[in-house]
């Protein structure tokens, strides 16, 4: 079997005096779209960024492409190419949105057709360019800030909770975009409380509960097994629709 883009063993991280990861164990299959999914409060997004590297795992090990990155620098680990949207939209509110997209391609000028290809998922980006960033409306400022973390190719992205606030017709381009992502270059691992999104667009899950990996399986076999959702998600009937 090919080994996963991405791994975690045992990964135990501190916030100050707290204890927070007890022990993360889960792997993320290069081509795929793995969902991270879990209570408020679970581990979710303090898992995204000890990937990320801005907090600093106190004991396991990540392993990213075969390399052990674990308490790699930030920018260093982003160099290998890992992107990161965080749940408070990374982006900055008084420069333009083209400013915005500009600064975010590293490697040089932005690519028209991957622009284009952008404009066509989040046309809002198009019409409101020479606009400060801080303008846009928060659904606007989701798209702008996963904008930004495609702008160029990337190997893997991390992407922090990317429907919330936004309207169906948004999620429904979010979805087109992702899955155009992961059919092409890019490996996701999206955080999501919105089951709906996260079963439609899914191959696998990892199930976090009190800063552990609970389960970890095939999207299907988890959408299909109501009673597992209740038990670690707390999700009722009216969520599976
Ligand atoms: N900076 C911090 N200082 C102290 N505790 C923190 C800090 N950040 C997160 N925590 C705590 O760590 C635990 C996990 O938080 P985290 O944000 O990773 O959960 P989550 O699964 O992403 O939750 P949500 O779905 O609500 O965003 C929570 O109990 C939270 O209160």
Redesign the pocket.
Known sequence: MAEPLLSLRGVQTH??H?H?LHGVEFDVAEGGLTMLL?R???????TLRTIMGMWRAAAGEIRFDGRDITNMPTPDIARLGIAYVP?SMAIFADLTVQENLVLAARSGPMDQKRLDWIFGRFEALKRFWMLPAGLLSGGQKQMLAVARAIIEPRRLLLIDEPTKGLAPAIIANMIDAFRELKDGESTLLV?E?NFAFARQLGDSVAV?DDGRVAHQGGMAAFAADSALQQHLLGLGMDTHQ
């Open positions: 916030i100050g707290y927070i879990g408020n409060g679970a581990g979710k997004t303090t749940e955080v409380q976090m």
